[in-house]
């Protein structure tokens, strides 16, 4: 039976049996960006007949890489034809429009310009049934 032992005592180097290491390698800083997702609205609202409300929300993309704010507006009242939606930026830019009533729509945005944006929910078109609209806005970006 053999039996083998190896043992390792440090590096010596030919200045006569030094231990010290030493390495020319350099640190480098890496920056990994945290991602962040905030719920901006969740609400329902009363919308009476021949009436348009919107929510108006700050939005500000400074600082944050990838922005977008997404979101989605369902009718929770039956039998009815829903809202029509759109979005209005700072400047009067519309950044989307249903164009017409509908009970459901998923939207999604990359706003600019810091200010207040205006979430519509228009049903200056119906005469009779009110409109509960949910609205439901999300931001995400990278920091």
């Known amino acids: ?22 390495s020319n390698a350099q640190s480098q800083n890496v920056y990994v960006p945290q991602h ?8 329902v609202r009363s919308i009476s007949a021949g009436e348009c409300g919107y929510f108006e929300i700050y939005l500000d993309s400074d600082d ?19 809202v029509r ?22 939207f999604n945005f990359h706003p600019t310009e810091a200010g207040y944006y205006r979430f519509y929910l228009d049903n200056t078109n119906t005469l009779l049934a009110n409109k509960l609209p949910k609205l439901t806005i999300y931001e995400e970006y990278d920091q």
């Open 1 to 22: 039976m053999l039996v083998f032992s190896v043992l390792l005592a440090g590096c010596v180097d030919e200045s006569g049996g030094s231990s010290e290491y030493s």
């Open 36 to 43: 962040y997702k905030n719920l901006l609205k969740d609400s």
């Open 64 to 82: 944050k890489n990838n922005y977008v704010v997404y979101g989605t507006i369902v009718e929770t009242a039956e039998g009815t034809s829903g």
């Open 85 to 106: 939606f759109y979005i209005e930026g700072p400047d009067g830019t519309t950044y989307a429009d249903t164009g017409e009533k509908v009970r459901s729509y998923s």
